[in-house]
């Protein structure tokens, strides 16, 4: 005889609770996204615009591949992105050449550190809900 718990049974409900956890654990991973796609985070207009139709989520992952050693991604704020200049003073700076980066809630910014790259198209602003 199977026990119950209100007229379900204890295997059913060990069954749910399994299936929630494989749910959250799945939602909590996030989703991983190259920056660029095939181009990369590289020296092409199209990365500006990379990010359009993309629905990013906090704890999705941007990962920005680049093999040439005086691209560098800087993390910054708005005025920063906007005048494509970090002043030497940016929130954070990524140098791998394969950076992983967890999206956090809100607006992030990212630009190239070499000067003048920014404004050729190496900066990118991911909008997260």
Request: hydrophobic share 40%; proline share 4%.
């Amino acid at each position: 005889m199977t026990s119950t718990i209100f007229g379900v049974s204890k295997n059913a409900i060990v069954a749910i609770g399994l299936l929630y956890i494989l749910i959250i654990c799945e939602n909590a991973q996030g989703t991983e996204y190259i920056v660029g796609g095939k181009i990369g985070w590289d020296l092409d207009p199209s990365v500006f615009r990379w990010p359009d139709g993309k629905s990013f989520k906090a704890g999705d992952v941007l990962i920005f591949n680049y093999s040439n050693p005086f691209y560098k991604v800087e993390q910054v704020n708005k005025a920063q992105f906007d005048s494509c200049y970090s002043n030497f003073n940016p929130i954070k700076t990524y140098s791998s050449g394969h950076d992983r980066v967890v999206v956090e809630k809100g607006t992030t910014y990212f630009i190239c550190a070499v000067p003048d790259y920014c404004g050729y198209g190496m900066r990118i602003a991911i909008n997260a809900a």
